[in-house]
C-alpha cells in the first residue's frame, strides 16, 4: 500500500499527497528527509511511508515534475508512533522549477491538506470518517449515518437521505454493489455493518457518470478499513443498561447455547421428510398425515429469565510486511466483532379501526462480524482482496391482550419468530497507474451473497366472548378451526447471490492550457434470487370426542402429542405457488466523463452514463399477471459545476439524470402477514422504472480546517415514483406497492460546523465544536384517476420528511485526553403508507433523540474508557392514522394509533486497548 523507507521498528511519518486544485492523489511524488539522501516515492494511492526514524523533528522535501517544490519543517517523530502528515502541492504553471520552494509548517500544512480535501470533490457529498465515528455512541453503519447532513434512519437500520424514503438510495461496500438484505423491501440494512470496521463512509448527493444510476436520494459508499501502518493488536470489551429491558422479566422461546453464537442449533426448520406441497395438493395419506404432524416443530413453551446487559466485545489483529530492498509492501487487517442484547418493548399499544391491543415484545439479538483485508503494492500498482461477513440473528416473541371489535371478542395472541440474516462480501481490486502521464486502470470484481432463514414462525390466537362472563363458558378458546396466514406457521428462505465486475480508464491530459482528466468505464451487475416460504399447520378436527378440551388447553399444551394422537388435528398447507419465486436481473453500464478547469476557478465534470437492465421474476404460478420480464435501456446525463469564488468559497450546480427500479419482493405477489402490524405485505408485478431528473445549488464556505457553512437547494422530478399503499380489501389491510404518476420535491439543507473560539479565545472555547446540519423539504404528489380509492390525493410523498435536524457540541480536555460528545437529531412527521378509504395514511410522530459521550484516553493513550449515553430523553416511537388529516397526531380525538411504545435510554460502558 505504501513506498517504505525501511522496516526498522521506531518512529514513522505517513500521509497522502494530493492537487490542491483538484484534490487528486499524486503518484510518484518524492519524498526527502531534508539534510539526508534518504527518500521514498508516493504509490498508486498518492501515499507514502518514512521509517526507521529516530525521535525528533524533521523537515521533508515533496518534489514532483510540473509542481512547486514544499517543504514542512517541524515534524516531530515519537517512537513507536506514527505521525500523520498529509501535503498539497501547487501546478507550477511558468515559474522555473529551480527558483520557488515552498515553505510550511507542519500544523500549518495539516490545515491545508484538509481544505484541499474538503473543497475539491466533484460532487455534492457528506461523509464521516473512522476519527469522526470514534468520537460517537455508533456502534454500526446505521448509527454512524444519522450523523451524515440530511440523513435519517428508519427502525434503526434503514437510511432516509434528504426526506426521500429508503428505497431511493444505494450502497456499495469497498466498491460493489450491496443488495437489498430485506425479503419485503428494496433496503440495506446497515446495522449488520459494524462502525469500528469502517474507515470511512461518504454519501453522494449529486450523480456523475462513474457512479451507479440507481438512486435519487443518495449513493452510499462504504469503505472499510485497509492497511495499517505499523504491527498493532486492539482489544475492545463494552456492556450496556437498556432502562425499558435490562434485569427486566424477560420471555421467550426455548433457548440454545447456539444461539449466542448467532446461530439457531436446527431444532427449528422444516424437516427434509416433511411432505411437499404436491404431496398436499394430491392428498396425504393418514400414514403421512400421522408422520408430518408428528415432525413438526411444536415447542410452544415460554420461558421466562432475566434481560442481561447488552455485551460487545471486538479484536483486531494488524500485520504489515516490508521486503528488503525493495519498495514493495504486503499488509493484512483482521477484526472480529460480537454483540448481543436482550430488549423488550413494553405495553405497544395498538388502537385502530377494529382492534384494541397492548403487546409485549421481547427480542434477542445476536451480531457477529469478521472482516480480512489483504493488499500488496508493488510499483505503481496495488492490489487489494477485502473481504466481510456478517450474521445477524434476532428469536423474538409477542405477546398480545385485547378487544377485537370485529369480532366482539376479547383476545390473546402469541408469535413466536426467528429471523437469520447474514452477509458475505469479497472484492478484489486493481490499481495501477501508466506511463509518464499516470493515467490509471481500475478493476474490480466482487461476490456478495444474502442470506434471509425465517425457520419455525408459528402464531396462535385465542378468543373470549365477554358476553358469557360469570358462566362456565367465559374461557379463552384457541381459534384453531381453520388455517391461514395470521396463524400459520411460516417456514422461509431467501437466497441472492450478486455478482459484479467492472473497469475505469482515466487519463489526465492538458486542454485549453488547463489541467483535464477524461475517463470511462463499464461495468455489469448480475443478481439472482430465490425465495421459498411454506404456511403450514395444525388444524382442529372439530368431529373429534376432546376437541373443545383441547381448544381450552394453554399455550404449552395445546399441539401436545396426546392431542396429536387422539385425532384432535390433522396437518394442513395453505401455501400457494406465487408464495415463491426465483428471480434475476442484469444491468449492464458504460460511461463517458470529463473533468474540466477553466481558468483558476471554474471546473465542470460532466458525461454520459448508459444503462441497460433486464429483470425477470418467475413467480412459480401459471398465471402470467404474476410473472416479470422488463427490459430497459436508460440514457443518462450529469454536468456538476463548481466555481472557486474565493479559497474559502465555493458555489456549485449540477444536473443529473437516475432511476429507481422494482426490488424483486416488490414485483412478487408472494404475501406475507406481518403479526406486528396486523397486514399482508404483498407485491406488484406491474410496477415499473422510475426515472428522476435532480437539480442541486450550493454555496460552501470553509472558515477554517474543518470547519464548514454550507447551504443547499435542490429539486427533483419523479416520473413513476415507487410507493407503498394500503390497499383496501375488505376488513382486511393489505400493503403493496403502486407507480405514482409524477412527484416534486424541493428542499433546503444547511449546514454549520465551527469552533466556537469566535466568541471568545479561550482555550475553552477553542477546544469546542458546535456543529448542525438542517434539512426543509416539501413534495407534492400527483396521482391520475386511476381507480385506486386513495383518501387523501393532496399528500407529500410515502417516506418524506419535512424537515430534519442534526446538531452537536464536541469539547476535549487535557490535550484530547478527554472528550465530551453531545448529540441531537428530530425527524419531522413522516408519511409511511399511502392510504385508502378504511384504511388511511400511516404516519410517523416527530420524536427527540439526544445521545451523549464521555471519552478518556489511559496508559499512554493507548486504551480508551468510554460512557455512552444513547436515546436518553426516551419519547416514544408512534405510529398512527391521520383521520381527521390536520396534520398532527390527536390520540383523543378521531386518530387512532397503530403502534407506540417506549424503546428505553442505552446506557454503556466500554474499554479498549491497543498494543
Same mark, same amino acid.
Given at each position: ?139 454500526? !453503519? ?116 447456539? @444461539? ?142 385485547? #378487544? ?49 432463514? %425465517? ?84 388444524? /382442529? ?45 442484469? !444491468? ?116 477554517? /480546517? ?20 394500503? +390497499?383496501? &380489501? ?24 465551527? &469552533? ?53 457540541? +464536541?469539547?476535549?480536555?487535557?490535550? @484530547?485526553?478527554?472528550? #465530551? ?31 451523549? %459521550? ?14 455512552? /449515553? ?21 390520540? !383523543? ?17 466500554? #474499554?479498549?486497548?491497543?498494543?
Amino acid at each position: 500500500m505504501i513506498s517504505i523507507l525501511s522496516y526498522a521498528q521506531t518512529g514513522k511519518i505517513s500521509g497522502t499527497v494530493t492537487d490542491k486544485k483538484t484534490g487528486e492523489t499524486l503518484i510518484g511524488v518524492t519524498v526527502k528527509i531534508k539534510g539526508t539522501t534518504k527518500g521514498v516515492s508516493t504509490d498508486v494511492d498518492g501515499k507514502y511511508l518514512l521509517q526507521a526514524m529516530s525521535n525528533g523533528q524533521y523537515t521533508l522535501e515533496f518534489s514532483y515534475v510540473g509542481y512547486q517544490t514544499k517543504e514542512v519543517s517541524a515534524i516531530e517523530v515519537k517512537s513507536p508512533s506514527v505521525t500523520s502528515l498529509n501535503v498539497v502541492l501547487n501546478e507550477a504553471g511558468g515559474q522555473n522549477l529551480g527558483e520557488v520552494v515552498i515553505k510550511a509548517s507542519f500544523k500549518q500544512e495539516s490545515i491545508n491538506s484538509l481544505y484541499a480535501k474538503q473543497k475539491n470533490s466533484a460532487v455534492i457529498s457528506d461523509g464521516v470518517s473512522s476519527d469522526q465515528i470514534k468520537k460517537s455512541p455508533d456502534r454500526n !453503519t446505521s448509527d454512524v449515518l444519522k450523523r451524515v447532513s440530511g440523513a435519517t434512519v428508519q427502525d434503526n437500520k434503514f437510511v432516509v437521505i434528504r426526506g426521500l424514503s429508503d428505497r431511493y438510495n444505494n450502497a456499495s461496500l469497498d466498491g460493489g454493489s450491496l443488495p437489498s438484505t430485506e425479503p419485503n423491501r428494496k433496503a440495506f440494512s446497515f446495522d449488520i455493518v459494524p462502525s469500528n470496521l469502517v474507515d470511512n463512509l461518504i454519501i453522494s448527493k449529486t450523480a456523475t457518470p462513474d457512479l451507479p444510476a440507481d438512486f435519487t436520494g443518495g449513493s452510499i459508499q462504504i469503505l472499510t478499513k485497509d492497511i495499517p501502518d505499523s504491527n498493532f493488536i486492539s482489544l475492545g470489551v463494552g456492556a450496556g443498561y437498556n432502562t425499558e429491558s435490562t434485569f427486566k422479566d424477560f420471555k421467550s422461546g426455548a433457548r440454545n447455547f447456539t @444461539d449466542y453464537l448467532a446461530f439457531d442449533n436446527g431444532d427449528r426448520a422444516l424437516p427434509n421428510n416433511f411432505p411437499s406441497r404436491n404431496k398436499f395438493n394430491n392428498g396425504l395419506t393418514p400414514t403421512e398425515q400421522a408422520a408430518g404432524m408428528k415432525s413438526l416443530p411444536r415447542n410452544w413453551n415460554v420461558y421466562s429469565n432475566t434481560a442481561l446487559p447488552t455485551q460487545n466485545y471486538q479484536f483486531t489483529l494488524g500485520r504489515v510486511k516490508s521486503f528488503k530492498n525493495s519498495a514493495n509492501r504486503f499488509g493484512s487487517l483482521f477484526a472480529l466483532t460480537y454483540r448481543n442484547s436482550q430488549t423488550i418493548n413494553n405495553d405497544v399499544i395498538r388502537d385502530y379501526v377494529n382492534v384494541d391491543y397492548h403487546d409485549n415484545i421481547y427480542r434477542f439479538s445476536t451480531s457477529l462480524g469478521a472482516l480480512a483485508n489483504f493488499a500488496y503494492t508493488y510499483g505503481k500498482s496495488k492490489i487489494t482482496f477485502k473481504n466481510i461477513y456478517n450474521r445477524n440473528y434476532d428469536d423474538s416473541y409477542l405477546e398480545r391482550n385485547g #378487544f377485537n371489535k370485529d369480532r366482539n371478542r376479547d383476545t390473546k395472541y402469541f408469535a413466536f419468530d426467528l429471523m437469520q440474516k447474514s452477509l458475505f462480501k469479497s472484492t478484489i481490486e486493481g490499481n495501477h497507474a501508466l506511463g509518464e502521464n499516470n493515467s490509471k486502470i481500475n478493476w474490480s470484481v466482487s461476490y456478495a451473497n444474502i442470506l434471509n432463514d %425465517q425457520p419455525d414462525q408459528k402464531k396462535v390466537s385465542y378468543q373470549r366472548n365477554p358476553s358469557d362472563i360469570g358462566s362456565a363458558d367465559y374461557v379463552y378458546v384457541a381459534s384453531t378451526g381453520t388455517l391461514s396466514k395470521e396463524n400459520s406457521t411460516l417456514f422461509s428462505k431467501l437466497n441472492e447471490n450478486n455478482y459484479s465486475g467492472g473497469a475505469n480508464y482515466t487519463l489526465p491530459f492538458k486542454m485549453l492550457g488547463q489541467l483535464a482528466t477524461f475517463k470511462t468505464g463499464l461495468s455489469s451487475i448480475y443478481r439472482n434470487r430465490s425465495f421459498d416460504a411454506r404456511f403450514v399447520g395444525l388444524v /382442529a378436527n372439530t368431529g373429534a370426542a376432546n376437541a373443545d378440551e383441547i381448544a381450552r388447553r394453554s399455550l404449552s399444551t395445546l399441539y401436545g402429542a396426546d392431542a396429536i394422537n387422539s385425532g384432535a388435528y390433522y396437518l394442513s398447507d395453505i401455501s400457494a405457488d406465487a408464495d415463491s419465486y426465483d428471480a434475476h436481473s442484469m !444491468t449492464n453500464a458504460g460511461y463517458l466523463m470529463l473533468d474540466n478547469k477553466f481558468g483558476e476557478k471554474s471546473r465542470l465534470v460532466w458525461g454520459l452514463r448508459v444503462e441497460q437492465f433486464n429483470v425477470v421474476l418467475d413467480a412459480k404460478n401459471p398465471s402470467p399477471q404474476t410473472s416479470v420480464d422488463d427490459n430497459y435501456v436508460d440514457f443518462l446525463p450529469s454536468a456538476n459545476y463548481t466555481y472557486s469564488l474565493t479559497p474559502k468559497v465555493n458555489l456549485r450546480a449540477s444536473y443529473y439524470r437516475t432511476l429507481a427500479r422494482p426490488e424483486f419482493r416488490e414485483l412478487s405477489s408472494t404475501s406475507i402477514y406481518d403479526y406486528e402490524l396486523l397486514s399482508l405485505q404483498q407485491g406488484n408485478p406491474n410496477l415499473k422504472e422510475s426515472k428522476i431528473d435532480n437539480g442541486d445549488i450550493r454555496f460552501e464556505f470553509y472558515p477554517q /480546517a474543518g470547519q464548514v457553512i454550507s447551504v443547499s437547494g435542490f429539486y427533483k422530478k419523479f416520473h413513476n415514483a415507487i410507493e407503498s399503499y394500503n +390497499q383496501d &380489501s375488505g376488513s382486511s389491510r393489505i400493503v403493496t406497492y403502486i407507480n405514482t404518476d409524477e412527484v416534486n420535491v424541493y428542499g433546503v439543507e444547511f449546514e454549520f460546523r465551527k &469552533s466556537l473560539d469566535f466568541i471568545s479565545k479561550t482555550d475553552f472555547l477553542k477546544n469546542t465544536t458546535f456543529y448542525t446540519n438542517l434539512s426543509f423539504i416539501k413534495s407534492k404528489v400527483k396521482v391520475a384517476n386511476s381507480g385506486i380509492n386513495l383518501l387523501n390525493t393532496d399528500r407529500p410523498m410515502v417516506g418524506q420528511a419535512p424537515y430534519i435536524i442534526n446538531a452537536g457540541l +464536541q469539547h476535549s480536555f487535557l490535550d @484530547d485526553k478527554l472528550s #465530551f460528545n453531545a448529540l441531537y437529531n428530530r425527524v419531522g412527521r413522516r408519511l409511511i403508507v399511502a392510504g385508502g378509504a378504511l384504511f388511511p395514511e400511516i404516519w410517523d410522530v416527530p420524536r427527540d433523540v439526544l445521545d451523549l %459521550q464521555l471519552a478518556l484516553k489511559v496508559i499512554k493513550n493507548k486504551g480508551e474508557i468510554k460512557f455512552n /449515553a444513547g436515546d436518553i430523553l426516551n419519547k416514544r416511537i408512534t405510529q398512527y392514522y391521520d383521520r381527521d388529516l390536520n396534520k398532527k397526531f390527536d390520540s !383523543t380525538t378521531t386518530d387512532e394509533t397503530i403502534s407506540s411504545y417506549k424503546p428505553g435510554g442505552n446506557y454503556s460502558l466500554s #474499554f479498549s486497548y491497543t498494543f
